[in-house]
């Protein structure tokens, strides 16, 4: 049904009846199942069998109806867009599988939209690991007096703290331990697979004629393991093509082409 024009009999009825499906859809399929997480994208159950399910949305963050990737309050919704990021996802995942690095996924279910995962314990309120192969963005706009913009960097690591009001803070490993989220083996375990895993995804996209230049994860504990939770979509990457920066909808296409 578009917007700003009056619905006809016959479109109402049709809206009735996909909300009555889809309720009866959250009805089956919640039984036994309790959310414990609404984030800004995605959805978190707890599953009868202790695993989590993660539902992709499609609500997307942005401002002022401008999809961005980098900010962090919900802006639009783009349809399609939660299930296309989970096929980005499962693409990667099934990846590092082969590899043989471990991650938190366990299957998905594209028609639903949902990913089962392994139910990982956050760093804190959550940590994320970037890894740079040329300066851009935030390092350009922290350290660009000392760099030029695009320059390359050697798998460069570092990580930001999960706290919208702070604007998700640079912190150190000292940091990290000092404030009591993680123990510095542990960060040497998240920093050596975060380099693995970029240089998995780096390979895929250079095999489709794109460059990495950065890249953004979520880490999490489980049985004493650091491994790679959330998801791995176009919208945590910069890729550029032939020196242009790709933008993140015809990335997902390119990656899943
Ligand atoms: N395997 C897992 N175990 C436990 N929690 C997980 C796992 N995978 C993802 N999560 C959590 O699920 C949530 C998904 O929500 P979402 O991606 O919408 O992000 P958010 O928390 O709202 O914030 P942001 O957009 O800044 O990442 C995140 O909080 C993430 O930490
Ligand atoms: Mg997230």
Do not use: W
């Given at each position: 049904?578009?917007?700003?024009?009056?619905?006809?009999?016959?479109?109402?009825?049709?809206?009735?009846?996909?909300?009555?499906?889809?309720?009866?859809?959250?009805?089956?399929?919640?039984?036994?199942?309790?959310?414990?997480?609404?984030?800004?994208?995605?959805?978190?159950?707890?599953?009868?069998?202790?695993?989590?399910?993660?539902?992709?949305?499609?609500?997307?963050?942005?401002?002022?109806?401008?999809?961005?990737?980098?900010?962090?309050?919900?802006?639009?919704?783009?349809?399609?867009?939660?299930?296309?990021?989970?096929?980005?996802?499962?693409?990667?995942?099934?990846?590092?599988?082969?590899?043989?690095?471990?991650?938190?996924?366990?299957?998905?279910?594209?028609?639903?939209?949902?990913?089962?995962?392994?139910?990982?314990?956050?760093?804190?309120?959550?940590?994320?690991?970037?890894?740079?192969?040329?300066?851009?963005?935030?390092?350009?706009?922290?350290?660009?007096?000392?760099?030029?913009?695009?320059?390359?960097?050697?798998?460069?690591?570092?990580?930001?703290?999960?706290?919208?009001?702070?604007?998700?803070?640079?912190?150190?490993?000292?940091?990290?331990?000092?404030?009591?989220?993680?123990t510095q083996e542990q960060?040497?375990?998240?920093?050596?697979?975060?380099?693995?895993?970029?240089?998995?995804?780096?390979?895929?996209?250079?095999?489709?004629?794109?460059?990495?230049?950065?890249?953004?994860?979520e880490f999490g504990f489980?049985?004493?393991?650091?491994?790679?939770?959330?998801?791995?979509?176009?919208?945590?990457?910069?890729?550029?093509?032939?020196?242009?920066?790709?933008?993140?909808?015809?990335?997902?296409?390119?990656?899943?082409?």
């Amino acid at each position: 049904m578009k917007k700003g024009k009056t619905p006809s009999k016959s479109e109402r009825f049709s809206d009735l009846i996909k909300k009555t499906i889809i309720n009866f859809y959250i009805f089956i399929g919640g039984k036994g199942m309790k959310k414990v997480y609404t984030g800004k994208t995605k959805d978190v159950f707890e599953l009868d069998n202790g695993n989590f399910e993660l539902l992709f949305k499609d609500d997307c963050t942005g401002k002022d109806g401008v999809f961005d990737p980098g900010e962090n309050s919900i802006g639009l919704t783009i349809e399609g867009i939660g299930r296309e990021n989970l096929k980005t996802s499962v693409h990667y995942f099934e990846l590092l599988k082969e590899a043989g690095i471990k991650t938190h996924y366990v299957s998905a279910d594209i028609e639903k939209s949902t990913m089962e995962v392994l139910p990982a314990k956050v760093f804190g309120k959550g940590v994320e690991v970037i890894c740079r192969y040329r300066a851009v963005g935030s390092f350009i706009r922290r350290y660009g007096e000392y760099i030029e913009n695009g320059a390359k960097l050697d798998a460069y690591v570092e990580v930001t703290l999960k706290d919208d009001e702070r604007c998700d803070p640079l912190v150190t490993s000292e940091g990290l331990e000092a404030l009591g989220i993680m123990t510095q083996e542990q960060f040497d375990q998240m920093k050596e697979r975060t380099r693995k895993i970029t240089a998995v995804v780096a390979k895929d996209l250079e095999e489709k004629g794109l460059e990495l230049y950065d890249i953004k994860f979520e880490f999490g504990f489980y049985n004493d393991e650091v491994i790679l939770i959330d998801e791995i979509a176009s919208g945590n990457m910069r890729v550029y093509k032939d020196g242009e920066i790709v933008d993140p909808m015809d990335l997902t296409k390119m990656i899943l082409a």
